[in-house]
């Protein structure tokens, strides 16, 4: 019998785990992604010797010297998490806007009219 192999990628570490794990502002975690903060590429959350790799790169250098002199930090987010606070907002608004006071209140009629018998 054969034995199985095991795989080396580790399988129980978050993307937030793995951007701890470097200094502050290095990288980033969103939607169980990692990104490089500095060149807003997805990077490979399992396997740390790959994010090490990245980081050492030419690219990676000549992406966070345009960085540094731009001294913007763009933050890459995940299309989850903008329709996440897009829906919530949106949904806030639909709230005021359709409840029965809330919309007498934004058409300017006052709450007597409202409540007048005819």
Known sequence: MKAKKSSK???????????RQYPAGTLQADGGRVFCASCSVT?????????????????????KAVAEAESQSKK???????FKRTTESSLQRHEAAFSPRGGFMAADIPREKVD???
């Open 9 to 19: 990628a580790i399988k129980y570490v978050s993307a937030l785990d793995r951007a």
């Open 43 to 63: 990077l490979d959350a399992l396997r740390k010797t790959n994010i090490d790799r990245y980081l050492e790169s030419e690219a990676h250098m000549k992406w």
């Open 76 to 82: 890459q987010a995940t299309m989850s998490s903008l």
């Open 116 to 118: 007048h018998p005819s």
